[in-house]
Every structure is written in C-alpha cells, then in structure tokens.
C-alpha cells in the first residue's frame, strides 16, 4: 500500500487522513505549526500515523495531499515532491487568501497555480468540492447504485488514473473534468461544488458551469 503524505491537517488533511487509515494506507501528516501539535490527532489515527514536517511528509508520501489555505501554497516543499503524484484539494477564498489577480481575472485556475510550483510533480486536483465530514460518511463500495461521484483533473494521465484508484478505494466514483485549467469547471459557485452527485450529475453539473465574469454578466443582464 502507498504511504499518503499530508501537508495540511486541519478540516480536510484529518478526514483523508482518517479514510486513509481506515483503508489500510500509512499516512505521514504535517502542518503550520509543528508535528508535536498533531500528536491528539496522531493517537487517535492510531500505528498507522505519524507526524512530522511538511518537507519530511513530502519525502515519506509516495501519494502527497496539498490541502492548505491556498494563499500558502507557495511555501510547499519543491524538491521532495518531484516526480510524485501530488493532490490538490485547495479552493480560492480572497476574504481569507487575499486577492490572486491571477485567479480574479481567470487567467489561471489554482490548481495550475500549485503545478507551476512544483513543475516536476503531477498535481491532480481533488477532493475540493465535498464538504470534510462527508469524507467519511459519502464512501460506498464500488458498483453501490447512485454512488457518489468525485471530480479530479490533471495534465498526467496516469497520476489520473492513480488517484481514480485511490477514490475508488475510499468509496467515490470519479468524473475527469480533463486537464488542469478546466479545474474552474468546479470552483466555488459552480453547480457541482458541495451537492452530494452521481457520476452523471456530476457531469451535467461540470458542463453547465459558468466562469465567474459570465455569472456576473448575467447578474447585471448583459
Ligand atoms: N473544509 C472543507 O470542507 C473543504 C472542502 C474542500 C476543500 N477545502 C479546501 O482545502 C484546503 C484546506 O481546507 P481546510 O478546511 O482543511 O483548512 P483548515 O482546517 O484551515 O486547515 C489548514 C491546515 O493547513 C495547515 N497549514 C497552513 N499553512 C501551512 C503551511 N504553510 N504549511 C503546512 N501546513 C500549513 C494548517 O496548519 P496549522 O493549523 O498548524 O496552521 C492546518 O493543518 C483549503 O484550500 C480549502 O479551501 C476545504
């Protein structure tokens, strides 16, 4: 089983970390302040954890989860993600990331951001439109009819099809949006971000999307 490094542990990092375990996978988790401050989080996730820094979950993941508040992104370790499969749950919140003109004017998507950080990793965005607890309620076995369905996009096919598995594992079918900047397919006010889905609902949701400057065209009747 592939260990899953974490660099994040708060809402999001803890719930992936607890699927994590459950489903036989070590994890390796880290945050802002130091691992001696995950070791409540470390007891309960039981022999299968551990904590340590966010450099040294780099290194320890054969998986990496990046689920940090977007506007730190750029402080993730580089250098022991090359080559790896890293997942990115991140959204963009200005009121708590601060403007990214980037972002504000659509030029880029978030995603992109992080793999323009880390341009010898395979960054597939994930997990960033189900809310943390129903990480661990909303799993069902594959084949479970009306299963619920997850988005993922990314530039690598095959760290796509690796994180297809590991969802599936965790209990999610998944839909691919496609490459990276089609990642705003499931931004924040778009259909399918939050509504637990299906697959095809999913996909209705990620064709009906709207880029933020059209919604608020619409808004304003033009
Ligand atoms: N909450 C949700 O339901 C949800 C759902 C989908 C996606 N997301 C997205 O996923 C990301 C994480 O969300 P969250 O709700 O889990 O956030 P959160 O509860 O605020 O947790 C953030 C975690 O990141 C750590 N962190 C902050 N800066 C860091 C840094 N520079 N290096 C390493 N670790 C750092 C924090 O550690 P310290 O506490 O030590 O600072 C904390 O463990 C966000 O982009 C969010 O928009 C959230």
Redesign the pocket.
Known sequence: MPTIGL???????SQLARLAVENGYDVVL????GPE?LAPLVAELGPRARAAT?AEAAQAGDIVVV????K?YA?VPVAPLAGKVVID???Y?PQRDGQIPELDDESTTTSELLQRHLPNSKVVKA??????AQLTTDGKPAGTKNRRALVIAGDDAGAKAEVTRLLDRFGFDTVDAGPLKEGWRIQRDTPGYGPRRNAEELRADLAAARRYHDQQRKAVGN
Request: proline share 7%; aromatic share 10%.
């Open positions: 660099i994040g542990a708060g809402h999001i990092g880290s945050n802002s302040r401050t966010p689920t940090i508040p977007l730190d402080t749950t991140n959204n919140y997990f960033n439109h189900i809310y943390a």
